[in-house]
Nanobody
């Protein structure tokens, strides 16, 4: 199982990016998939999760600005990030749960598979 996160880059505050989590050797649906981020010197935090039944759970980091979605045909989960803020600068990771429950989770310990991370830098 391999997950690959991509789409990060340098963007000005107020801008947008779309991150992609692609999987090989693993069908992302029907598993819960989540995005996390880790800023320099800080702990990893959950951003948003989509369950195998497409229930969505957002943390405060995501509410009102970030959207998670699936493209099942491409075996991809996206994170659309709008109105980015400098405090959103971090390495963003996608995680997948190996078990199928239909529930949402935003704690990293609940995830078994991880992508390598993609750096998002938001300049002020």
């Amino acid at each position: 199982v391999q997950l690959q996160a991509s789409g990060g880059g340098l963007v000005q505050a107020g801008g947008y990016l779309r991150l992609t989590c692609a999987a090989s050797g693993f069908h992302l649906r029907p598993h819960s998939i989540a995005w996390f981020r880790q800023a320099s010197g800080k702990e990893r935090e959950g951003v948003v999760c989509i369950s195998g039944t497409d229930r969505i759970l957002e943390t405060e980091a995501a509410k009102g600005r970030f959207t998670i979605s699936r493209d099942n045909a491409k075996n991809i989960v996206y994170l659309q990030m709008n109105t980015l803020k400098p405090e959103g600068t971090a390495v963003y990771y996608c995680g997948a749960r190996s078990s199928v429950t239909g529930a949402t989770y935003t704690a990293g310990a609940q995830y078994n598979y991880w992508g390598q991370g993609t750096l998002v830098t938001v300049s002020s």
